[in-house]
């Protein structure tokens, strides 16, 4: 642009645009799009999304530049030194207007039948930007097949999709596996699946999120709700240790669906469909619902919340009284939050005194931080990244299009091995790269640490994908036998197997059990011995099962979507979960029963164990999380670990 | 003196032989006026499929929110309505209603009306919460329990609407009267010329509860 | 005037098409000029110094168009523009029909000053036998050593690939033609990147006309001042015109740039047919503006026909009588642009629809005024919001047309029928 601006900035590698008369001065090579929206402009868009690249063919973004002599599209016009742009003038109202009455042409207005109705772009830009009326003499629109199911979870409706391409370009540009193609042309063009063949993808639910009208819906969402009714809850994703952000929508106690909630630094606004369709076993009845007590041989009664604690106290007390405090195990669980896993590890090392708590059953040794060293965002940053084995990508599957990102945006190479591959030949495939990451399963920390150990010539930072959604914050919180809360040394205790064993061979004489606990419950026949012969087994938890009907005291636990807290994801990013539905019990919090429980127990210096104020101690007990806040990472420097 | 107490006595000579105002309620009851708004009545296509597609936007404009409607997907091979969606379950409860109409100004479909039915009164407030069962026309003897056709005919009032032809749904028929007063021609000013190809939202010949 | 015609000079000799009658002719004496004479950058300065401007329809000069390709950027590859499909035209047909091989070395030359290694010649799909006879020549150079490695001993290495596209218009549109050429959807890409930049397979590219590439060889064997002495200032050389309607002899013919329209139309079409007087005439194919009995008098001069309000574009004229129904024309020619719409942008693939849609009505005489000005707006709102020419030029024909014959037009307005065919009747009658 030869029109310079009256001041030019310094040489900054930012360029001053002029939009609606305000100046603004963006980076080079910032879209005119990103630019408006950085003042305040809202620009409408269809085929642009903030994750896809540019294709510029719905034309709803087309903007007045000055020294153009026709209108450009915001969405794929880079910004130039003193480009004077308008949004507002007639101009661009009546192109808005034009693009919105010729998208509306072939479209059905099926708005009360759409699931999409409420949160729909084309509606919302219609209201908005549209010209109210449609001129388009009455006759046959283009119709299409409606209501035709892809895959079980997506369904297709071909009349309202306005061919912005989004939904192609996510298979070409997200996942990379090009599912879903174009076919015919003109107003006949139409999105089909390739081949007629039905959906594979393992990411095929963010499809309706980034279809801008109702054209691909969930089949699980489909006429569930309107969007107006959604009650919104921003959580993480319970699914796997991943952490991806979500809003958990409900409607009448129950949770809808699970809508993705962008975090570039984690999530990139992607979700896995094992994560996405988890939603309706947060709906289930099967609940604990009251507090009860079963002693061994006696009846069975309901009680009220203060008199299980004081039983679970006073059985608990007898136990160590008779025992020693060493007969007591301890047992957490990765479904749990941060809270209560420190109160958990407080309560079992500080209160009770006994060294046995766990959170998982294997062995869990030379636990080191610095293999969460590689944040899921730094993996763009890498030069060659190494997947031992098919296991990372099944527990966490977004992390696969992270991976997908890092090679089609850096050309990274990633090299899929399996999870016992040579290091030595590891070593020679990533030569010449600077940053290499390597990833790794839980189970295969020992492998990945030899591979890190035997790549020369280059950064290598590790990350270990862990089990269950807190399995991260499970270790961070101490609840591992022989490391305490922040990875400080403690006295060596059983691991979670050897627990469930001394209780079965009576070495152990009471069991607190801290649920809901999955891990736990693939034991199988020791856990049914243990907890048949322990004298007390204190029982916290959300869900009727194994445990829960063995507790000889049994509190109801709140599930994950009924409770504050915090969890701590696989690279130790530290995120808020938040309550999507009221609790299905009347019974306080687990922080607030684990603190009661710390109390009848003789603890003098805990407070009442609200969520909030839990966090706040636990923050100013652990530096890493005080640093960490909410949403950041909690890293731990190598000489914290003993 | 006496002048008043003769007029006042020939007053009430005179309302003595004048017909009674009072109606013998309950056993005889007062014709409801055509646009009263009672409660609600959901209403079905001739071919008895309900017109009610689920949608909630009567939900949404509800004031008060007292209307609850669950939508479920139409099995193709036995359809409750047309389309795809229909509404599982329909609530309202009119102890909260206000009874102002704008449900039935929602409505896409012309589904719900407020009708006639003023009894309201119940021993129970749960039975106030009245169900689709409830509030649907039944089927097949739907017509016997819809309200004859006022003698002005459908969708009749003021302005002149009884002059358009009843198969015009009436939203379709107010634009029209609309757009003619304001074209400066009277809402009398004889055929409305309504072109054949408009879309008729009813199917021409039913009648139409326009409570 | 011994140089003229230039590209149809031989076109009488008896199957030119075979190497070896072309050769006698003089063929292939071009590219083995080229290689003895001229280095690739001398050669490109030489096809800049003859001012020849593409032939495909935008008139870009093909010489500016060469020197956009990045330097030191291999491999880079030439893409023969031979999906010759607008309405009204077919010289790429007539000349690929007569003479295969002077494409062929056009495509040569080119490549040579290009240092392009694979050539493509994007041949539409429905040019089945054109394809056939090109593969034949193309086989016959290279047995005859002009395709391969080392042509003619200059150390050239290069390939020719005939690819016939599938019948899309769009596909004559140079990043369609590419995508097609990738094996993908024809449908035009977004600029920039510009072929030149990015093209085939991410790489350098450069597309070229037939009729461009079919002078080079007589640029390389005359020089370019020569050929720039050809023809006006602004339009250098030589084309081939398409003559269509109602003329009395239909035909391509290859006219010097700078001839008035009207000898054209009298003296190679040999005027209007008896009893047809001209009413209107479309200078460049389909998709260009309509001009008037007054604008015969132009000169073949691409600049001087875009300020009469039209282009020469692909160099189809079409020459209408007083019996044709403009609104007709129009509504035929929109549904064309709506078949062949590529669906890629909104504009161009509902506004075509409506357009079409409302041109039926109007036609057919049951158009309101206030739906021909919808019409009108729809156009406005089409032009220059597209992603491609295509949107824009589905409507250049209808706005000129409703310009220059609003009242016919208007006539078709609640007229029941179509007046202008109503009047011919009544007069044949």
């Not at chain 1, 907890?531 to 709140?558: E, K, M, N, Q, Y």
């Not at chain 2, 029209?176 to 309504?194: K, M, N, T």
Request: glycine share 10%; charged share 25%; aromatic share 6%.
């Amino acid at each position: 642009m030869t029109q310079t601006p009256a001041a030019p900035g310094p040489d900054d590698g930012r360029v001053g645009v002029t939009i609606d008369g305000r100046e603004v001065r963006v980076p080079k090579g910032t879209l005119v799009l990103d630019a408006a929206t950085e003042l305040g402009i809202h620009i409408p868009i269809y085929c642009a999304h903030a994750k896809l690249d540019p294709v510029a063919v719905c034309r709803m973004c087309l903007v007045h530049i000055e020294k153009f002599p026709k209108p450009q599209p915001a969405c794929a016009t880079t910004v130039a030194e003193g480009m004077v742009v308008t949004t507002n003038n007639a101009e661009v109202t009546k192109l808005r207007e034009g693009v919105l009455e010729f998208l509306l042409v072939n479209h059905p207005l099926d708005c009360p039948v759409c699931d999409r109705g409420g949160e729909c772009d084309l509606q919302d830009f219609t209201f908005r930007y549209g010209p109210g009326t449609s001129r388009f003499p009455i006759t046959e629109k283009v119709h299409f097949a409606k209501a035709l199911p892809l895959s079980q979870h997506i369904e297709l409706d071909q009349e309202r999709c306005i061919l912005c391409w989004r939904c192609v370009r996510y298979y070409d540009e997200i996942t990379g596996e090009k599912e879903i193609v174009l076919q015919q042309r003109g107003v006949q063009t139409l999105v089909t699946t390739f081949n007629g063949e039905q959906l594979k993808s393992n990411f095929q639910g963010n499809l309706p999120e980034v279809c801008p009208v109702g054209a691909l819906t969930h089949r699980e969402y489909r006429f569930r709700a309107r969007p107006w009714e959604l009650q919104r809850a921003p959580s993480v994703c319970p699914e796997c240790s991943y952490g991806c952000n979500i809003n958990a929508d409900s409607r009448d106690f129950e949770i809808k669906r699970f809508a993705s909630r962008d975090n570039p630094l984690v999530d990139d606004m992607w979700l896995c469909d094992r994560g996405r369709y988890s939603f309706p076993q947060w709906n289930t009845s099967e609940r604990v619902r009251r507090p009860q007590l079963r002693p061994r041989g006696g009846e069975q009664r309901d009680v009220t919340a203060v008199e299980a604690i004081s039983a679970a106290a006073r059985e608990l007390r007898a136990v160590v009284d008779q025992h020693g405090s060493g007969a007591v195990g301890v047992l957490g669980s990765a479904l749990n939050t941060n809270e209560e896993l420190w109160l958990l590890g407080r309560l079992a090392r500080d209160v009770i005194g006994t060294p046995h708590i766990d959170h998982q059953l294997e062995p869990f040794e030379k636990l080191d931080p610095a293999e969460h060293a590689l944040g899921i965002a730094d993996i763009e940053e890498c030069d060659a990244l190494v997947v031992l084995g098919a296991e990372p990508e099944a527990e966490a599957p977004v992390l696969t299009l992270r991976l997908f990102k890092a090679e089609r945006k850096r050309g990274a190479r990633v090299h899929r091995l399996d999870h016992g591959a040579d290091p030595s030949r590891i070593a020679s495939a990533v030569r010449g790269a600077k940053t290499i990451g390597v990833i790794a399963d839980e189970t295969n920390r020992a492998h990945a640490a030899r591979v890190a150990a035997a790549i020369t010539g280059g950064a290598v930072r590790r990350l270990t994908v862990t089990r269950g959604v807190n399995g991260r914050g499970a270790k961070d919180m101490g609840v591992l036998p022989g490391l305490a809360a922040g990875y400080r040394s403690a006295p060596s205790g059983k691991h979670g197997r050897e627990i469930l064993e001394a209780a079965a061979s009576g070495a152990l004489r009471a069991l607190l059990i801290l649920g809901p606990n999955p891990a736990l419950e693939t034991a199988g026949d020791v856990l049914q011995r243990a907890l048949a012969r322990a004298d007390s087994v204190v029982v916290i938890d959300s869900r009727p099962g194994v445990c829960a009907g063995a507790a000889t005291v049994l509190i109801p636990g709140h599930a994950f979507f009924e409770k504050h807290g915090t969890v701590t994801n696989l690279e130790g990013r530290v995120q808020r979960i938040r309550p999507a539905l009221p609790p299905a019990t009347p019974t306080p919090t687990e922080t607030r029963v684990l603190s009661s429980l710390a109390a009848e127990l003789g603890a003098r210096d805990w407070d009442r164990g609200e969520p909030s104020a839990v966090n706040r101690a636990l923050r100013a007990a652990l530096a890493p999380y005080a640093a960490a806040g909410n949403g950041g990472r909690a890293t731990w420097v190598a000489e914290a670990v003993a | 003196m006496i002048k008043e107490i003769v007029q006042g006595m020939a007053f009430t000579l005179k309302q003595m032989l004048s017909r009674p105002l009072t109606v013998q309620y309950p056993e005889e009851q007062k014709p409801v006026p055509v646009r009263h708004r009672g409660r609600h009545i959901l209403h079905r296509y001739d071919n008895g499929l309900e017109r009610c597609i689920g949608c909630e936007l009567c939900a949404a404009n509800c004031p008060v929110g007292c209307i609850y409607v669950e939508a479920a997907e139409n099995d193709p091979a036995n359809p409750v309505s047309p389309g795809e969606r229909y509404a599982i379950r329909y609530e309202i409860n009119l102890m909260r209603c206000i009874y102002c109409g704008y449900c039935a100004e929602a409505c896409p479909t012309e589904a719900i009306t407020l009708g006639p039915q003023y009894e309201l009164a119940d021993y129970r407030r749960e039975h106030t919460v009245v169900t689709k069962a409830e509030l649907l026309e039944s089927w097949p003897h739907f017509a016997q329990s819809r309200r004859p056709p006022s003698p002005r005919g459908a969708g009749a009032d003021q302005t002149g609407r009884e002059e358009i032809d009843p198969g015009v749904s009436p939203r379709l028929a107010w634009d029209l009267v609309d757009a003619r007063r304001q074209s400066g021609q009277g809402p009398h000013a004889g055929d409305l010329g309504i072109p054949a190809d408009v879309p008729t939202v009813t199917e021409p010949g039913t009648t139409r509860d326009n409570a | 005037m011994a140089e003229f015609p230039l590209l149809t000079k031989d076109f009488g000799t008896q199957d030119l098409h075979e190497r070896a009658v072309y050769e006698r002719t003089g063929g292939y004496q071009g590219l083995r000029e080229a290689f003895k004479r001229f280095t690739p950058e001398t050669l490109i300065a030489e096809v800049k110094t003859s001012g020849i401007r593409g032939r495909g329809g935008a008139g870009f000069p093909t010489g500016t168009k060469w020197s956009f390709l990045p330097k030191d950027v291999f491999p880079r590859y030439l893409c023969c523009n031979a999906d010759e499909s607008e309405p009204g035209c077919f010289k790429d047909r007539y000349l690929i029909d007569k003479s295969p091989h002077q494409l062929v070395e056009g495509v040569l030359i080119a490549s040579y000053a290009l240092q392009v290694n694979v050539a493509f010649i994007y041949i539409r799909g429905e040019y089945r036998d054109q394809r056939l006879l090109l593969e034949r020549a193309v086989e016959e150079a290279r047995a005859a050593g002009f395709i391969g490695k080392n042509i003619l001993g200059s150390g050239f290495d290069c390939d020719v690939i005939v690819h016939g596209g599938a019948g899309a218009y769009i596909c004559g549109e140079e990043t369609a033609l590419i995508d097609s050429l990738e094996g993908l959807r024809g449908q035009p890409r977004l600029k920039p990147p510009f072929p030149a930049v990015k093209g085939l397979y991410g790489q350098p590219t450069v597309v070229n006309n037939v009729e461009t590439l079919c002078n080079l060889p007589h640029i390389v064997q005359r020089g370019g001042e020569w050929f720039k002495s050809l023809g006006t200032e602004g339009s250098t050389g030589t084309r081939l015109f398409c003559c269509s309607g109602h003329i009395k002899k239909p035909g391509t013919y290859e006219m010097l740039l700078g001839t008035p329209i009207r000898e054209l139309l009298e003296e190679e079409c040999g005027g209007m047919r008896t009893g047809s007087t001209l009413k209107a005439f479309q200078p460049g194919g389909g998709s260009m503006q309509v001009l008037l009995p007054e604008h015969v008098d132009l000169p073949l001069d691409m600049n001087e026909v875009q300020k009469a309000g039209s282009s020469l574009g692909a160099g189809a004229m079409i020459f209408m009588d007083q019996d044709t129904c403009l609104v007709d024309v129009s509504m035929r020619l929109v549904d064309f642009y709506q078949h062949e719409s590529c669906g890629k942008c909104v504009p161009c693939r509902e506004g075509t629809y409506f357009e079409s849609q409302l041109m039926h009505k109007l036609e057919a005489g049951h158009a309101t005024p206030a739906e021909l000005a919808t019409l009108s707006d729809i156009c406005a709102n089409m032009d220059g919001r597209c992603f491609c020419p295509l949107g824009d030029t589905a409507t250049w024909f209808v706005m000129s047309a409703y310009k220059h014959f609003r009242d016919e037009f208007e006539a078709h307005c609640n007229a029941g029928e179509c007046p202008v065919k109503a009047r011919a009747r009544e007069r044949a009658a």
